[in-house]
């Protein structure tokens, strides 16, 4: 189940690519898929009203809190030193959880 797809910056050859597929995809989902392209303008009608894939950063992000990388006003910046001992141990505990679960009884 596909609630919304926003392709950030997505490649040319991928948009080709969803151009011929697209056909072939069912239509509820097909609309649920859009492009966000953060170097354009952003369009006078929503991409639902005019019925192409293309949207506008705003429509999906707000500019304030995604980081300036991303074409966001944002000065926060990801940190992979700084953020991925907290996923490890995130990982780790959840691991060792599973694992109780389906350790056999003693």
Do not use: M, N
């Not at 097909?30 to 952003?42: H, Q």
């Not at 300036?68 to 944002?74: A, N, P, R």
């Not at 700084?82 to 996923?87: G, L």
Request: hydrophobic share 45%.
């Amino acid at each position: 189940r596909l609630g919304r797809a926003a392709v950030f910056q997505p490649p040319r050859f991928f948009v080709a690519f969803f151009s011929l597929v697209s056909p072939f995809i069912d239509p509820v989902t097909k609309a649920k898929v859009s492009f966000v392209d953060p170097s354009a303008p952003a369009p006078a009608e929503s991409a639902a009203a005019t019925g192409g894939p293309w949207i506008a950063l705003e429509d999906v992000f707000d500019r304030q809190a995604l980081e300036k990388d991303c074409g966001g006003d944002s000065p926060a910046s990801y940190s992979h030193a700084a953020y991925w001992p907290a996923v490890e141990a995130e990982f780790a505990l959840h691991k060792a959880q599973l694992l109780a679960k389906l350790a056999p009884p003693q």
